[in-house]
């Protein structure tokens, strides 16, 4: 029996296939990586934006072909938040998907393939956690703290697909942890739709009260920080509840990266209260501060949308000026998409796309200029780099710094951490070199792209 398994969307996707995988191994399956070579094919989607949502309706037009071409021996699968969504189970029943299981079901996927190949629309809230046996020679590895949301902001539909916040218990993560670090693991990342309210009563706000034996996020950064991982990080965060423990926490705890993901998603107060996002301009701005004093190193990147219905161009400068003034090292910057059923979609009108694609790109402009000035700062600086394998670039090793910047190294590193120094930066990239005697020679600098020499 071969599976084929196809991930879109956020880390938190891909822990959940590495699960699926591990409950499909154990029945005894194994996996290739061509779609035309499996007997079962897994989709595990994203719903958050429309272009995800795309790229998974093709490749099931693709899969139905293949059904057919096979007279319906072929078990296709719908997984993930599309699979939670009315538009998903519309999807599934025009694609002929045989399995449709939601992130609250994942582990259902035995199951699910036992009741024969016949539909099985599994729409289910309840969320389990799942110990996924470590990956076999991986240097990073995920580990699920939480799941689900409890904030409704308007544009997203993650509220619907993944239920209210549910914490593991610490327990169970520090197990984990150790698993991971006995496997060789030498970077975890604790991920959460909203790592920050780990632990907390049910709510939104920044000052609830814990369950009974839970400890707060800020405590359990202690906690996995001590496991002996060398590198400890987490996404995502949520302004409001990323206090100033969180930040204490870090800072006192040296295994725990210092890089911070704080999603703005709109510097204008209009548009935040428009989005729900529970905080003002001025509340974030303090949040990044506080990183600033206890993390004056820290690496600060964001998620802002291009676009919100109801934007204006004024709204918009203000989304560039305090982009300027946080001087992020990277940001993930997206158009508006609006997703059905969600408050935004029902209650306002989107705009005209070309207005957002001509935002989205002076945003990204911004970006670039601002992430080469960050990056350059580096230059001449010695960094860790955890080297993951080759790079695309011939001849280069890839991998990251604990500031979560994409490096690239001259020669043969094996995977692991290594420390370098850095003798070249692009927006996207630092250039590094195992001895400063090294330099780099720019070969298709139009395209971005730099080959290591040496300086001798
Ligand atoms: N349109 C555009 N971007 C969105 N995001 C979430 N929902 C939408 C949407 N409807 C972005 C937010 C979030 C990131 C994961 O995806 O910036 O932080
Ligand atoms: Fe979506 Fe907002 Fe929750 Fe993030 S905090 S998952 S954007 S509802």
Redesign the pocket.
Same mark, same amino acid.
């Given at each position: 029996m071969r599976a084929h398994v196809v991930t879109f969307g956020c880390q938190m996707n891909e822990y959940d296939t590495h699960a699926i995988q591990s409950e499909l191994a154990g029945i005894g399956y194994s996996f290739v990586d061509d779609f035309r070579q499996a007997d079962l094919v897994l989709v595990n989607t994203c719903a958050v934006r429309g272009k995800p949502v795309e790229k998974a309706q093709t490749l099931l037009g693709e899969l139905r072909k293949e059904k057919l071409r096979r007279r319906g021996a072929y078990t296709i699968g719908l997984i993930g938040c599309l699979a939670q969504l009315p538009e998903g189970k519309r999807l599934g029943e025009k694609f002929g998907v045989d399995i449709m299981l939601g992130p609250g079901a994942i582990t259902e996927i035995v199951a699910a393939l036992d009741r024969g190949r016949f539909r099985s629309f599994e729409f289910k809230h309840e969320l389990q956690f799942y110990t996924p046996p470590p990956p076999r020679g991986a240097v990073s590895a995920n580990l699920t703290i939480m799941r689900g #949301?409890n904030?409704?902001?308007t544009y #997203?539909v993650? !509220?619907a697909t993944r239920g209210p916040e549910v914490s593991r218990p610490a327990d169970d993560v520090i197990k984990e942890a150790h698993a991971l670090k006995d496997a060789g693991v030498v970077e975890v990342t604790l991920l959460g739709?909203?790592v920050n309210s780990y632990g907390m009563a049910p709510g939104t706000g920044a000052r609830r009260a814990l369950l009974d034996g839970y400890p707060s996020f800020a405590e359990l950064l202690r906690m996995v920080g001590r496991a002996g991982i060398p590198r400890v990080r987490f996404v995502?965060s949520?302004p409001v509840n990323f206090d100033d423990e969180i930040v204490e926490a870090i800072a006192d705890t040296p295994a725990v990266c210092r890089y911070i993901h704080l !999603?703005v998603q709109s510097g204008s107060d209009r548009v935040l209260k428009r989005m729900a996002r529970e905080y003002n301009r001025e509340f974030y701005l303090s949040r990044i501060r506080r990183v600033r004093e206890l993390l004056p190193d820290a690496t600060i990147s964001t998620d802002i949308i291009a676009g919100f219905p109801g934007e204006t161009d004024e709204d918009f400068e203000q989304t560039l000026s305090l982009y300027r003034e946080v001087r992020y090292d990277a940001a993930y910057m997206f158009i508006y998409s609006e997703r059905e059923g969600t408050p935004a979609a029902i209650h306002f009108d989107d705009i005209p796309r070309e207005v957002k694609t001509e935002r989205l790109s002076r945003l990204v402009d911004l970006q670039k200029t601002i992430s080469l000035e960050q990056n350059l700062k580096w230059v001449g600086e010695e960094v860790e780099v955890l080297v993951k394998g080759p790079a695309d670039e011939q001849g280069l090793v890839q991998g990251h710094t604990r500031g979560n910047h994409v490096a690239l190294i001259r020669g043969e590193l094996e995977p692991g951490i290594h420390r370098v120094m850095v003798v070249h930066a692009t927006p996207n990239r630092l250039y590094c070199a195992r001895d400063a005697s090294q330099g780099f020679d720019p070969v298709e600098p139009r395209a971005g792209i730099y080959r290591l020499t040496s300086a001798l």
């Open positions: #949301c904030h409704r902001c #997203c993650v !509220p739709q909203n995502t949520h !999603p």
